[in-house]
Each structure stands twice: as structure tokens, then as C-alpha cells.
């Protein structure tokens, strides 16, 4: 089975620090994903990447940055942490490639507080 | 701006009855997706219908899509308690075929 993993699974941080959250699959996945998920909107999109050091915004990039040097590590990147970016963070991966049945396995998450 | 929007946005049934829950969206799609997410976990996902089908089954989940309404629903019938949870659909867009977007989601109580 593909796997996702999320380097952390809870976080604390202050307002102001820099923030990373890693994001390593196994399975050569060519697309990756950050989403943010909140109360009662669902799973808004970050940031994507369709291939090693591609990326693309999603609906909601400001205040978010990314890194693809490898193929099987994506890192979401707070450069300035602020307390509106207090929520939980899904990461996922799928195999890519032209358009067709391609499916999302996501990591666990990691839930972010910032103070 | 959200793609797809579920609709009821809470749901809670008896077990044993069917659960219906839609999703309607916005553009052109290359498929459907639905996924289920069990309380503070991430997301799994449970049936993918293509823009050229109209429907699909997977055990006790029914999918449909009209692409003409841009809308798409999953049926689970004979819900157990397990199918607590919030199901969500993703539309893998046309115009952006890596870009998957999802629906704020509904969420599902099955009362034993």
C-alpha cells in the first residue's frame, strides 16, 4: 500500500516563527497536495505539485510556501507564523500522469496551533 | 473558490437505513471522487465515477453523476455504525487535471 507520511502529527508554535511541515510518500507519486482543513469548509487546497520543483497555488496560497527537491518529499513552508493558520494539515499524493483515474491517498495529518 | 459543495451538511440516520448525500460542483470534470475521513484522521478514499459514466456501485455504495446538472450523489444502504463519518467529494477539473478540488462535506451519524 502507497504511503503517506506526515512528520508530525501535533504542533505548537508561536506567533512570528517559521514553521515546516514535511511530507514524504513512497510509492514515486508524481502529484502531490497541501490542503488545510476547518470547521465547516471542508478541504481547501494550498498548494500542489505535479512533478520535482513544479508547484502551482491552489485557492488559498497566501501566507504558504513549498518545496519539492525530491520526487517523494513535499514540505509546506508558515514563513511567518500567525494565529489564522491554527488548523489541521493533510497531505496527498497520487500517481499523476495524464488526466484518468487517478485517486488520493492521504497522510494522517498534522495539527498546527499557533499561540 | 470551492469546486464542490455536499449537501445536507449533517446527516444522522438509524442504522439499517440508506444514507443519501449530494454534491454539486461548478466546472467541466474529468471524474468524481468520494472519500470518507473518520474523526481526526485523514482521508480514504471510496469510489471514483469518470465524467463519461453515470453511475457506479462498490459494495454497498451507489454513486451517480449527471454531468448535464454538474451533480453527483452517493447512496450507502444499510448503514452500520462503522459509516459514521464525513464523506466528502473531489472533482479532478478539466481545465487543471492535477488540480483535485473538494466540497466542504457532509457529515454522517448512524445511530445503532
Known amino acids: 500500500d502507497v504511503k503517506v507520511t506526515q512528520s508530525s502529527r501535533y504542533l505548537v508554535k508561536r506567533t512570528g516563527e517559521k514553521v515546516f511541515l514535511e511530507c514524504v510518500q513512497d510509492m514515486d507519486h508524481e502529484n502531490m497536495f497541501w490542503y488545510r482543513q476547518d470547521p465547516g469548509l471542508g478541504l481547501r487546497l494550498i498548494y500542489f505539485?505535479?512533478?520535482?520543483?513544479?508547484?502551482e497555488k491552489g485557492d488559498i496560497p497566501e501566507g504558504y510556501s513549498v518545496s519539492r527537491e525530491k520526487k517523494e518529499r513535499f514540505s509546506l513552508i508558515l514563513e511567518s507564523a500567525s494565529t489564522n493558520q491554527t488548523s489541521m494539515y493533510l497531505c496527498a499524493s497520487r500517481l499523476g500522469g495524464a488526466a484518468g483515474a487517478n485517486v488520493l491517498t492521504f497522510g494522517a495529518g498534522s495539527r498546527l496551533t499557533v499561540l | 473558490s470551492q469546486q464542490g459543495e455536499e449537501d445536507p451538511q449533517a446527516l444522522s440516520i438509524q442504522e439499517g437505513e440508506n444514507a443519501t448525500m449530494n454534491c454539486s460542483y461548478k466546472t467541466s470534470i474529468n471524474n468524481l471522487q468520494w472519500y470518507r475521513q473518520n474523526s481526526g484522521r485523514g482521508l480514504v478514499h471510496l469510489i471514483l465515477?469518470?465524467?463519461?459514466?453515470r453511475e457506479k456501485h462498490s459494495g454497498r455504495l451507489r454513486v451517480t453523476l449527471d454531468t448535464s446538472k454538474k451533480s453527483s450523489s452517493l447512496l450507502i444502504t444499510a448503514s452500520r455504525a462503522a459509516d459514521t463519518a464525513s464523506y466528502f467529494c473531489?472533482?479532478?477539473?478539466?481545465?487543471?487535471?492535477?488540480?483535485?478540488?473538494f466540497g466542504p462535506g457532509t457529515s454522517l451519524s448512524v445511530i445503532p
Open positions: 505539485s505535479y512533478d520535482v520543483k513544479m508547484k
Open positions: 465515477i469518470r465524467s463519461n459514466e
Open positions: 473531489a472533482t479532478d477539473m478539466k481545465t487543471s487535471y492535477d488540480k483535485v478540488i
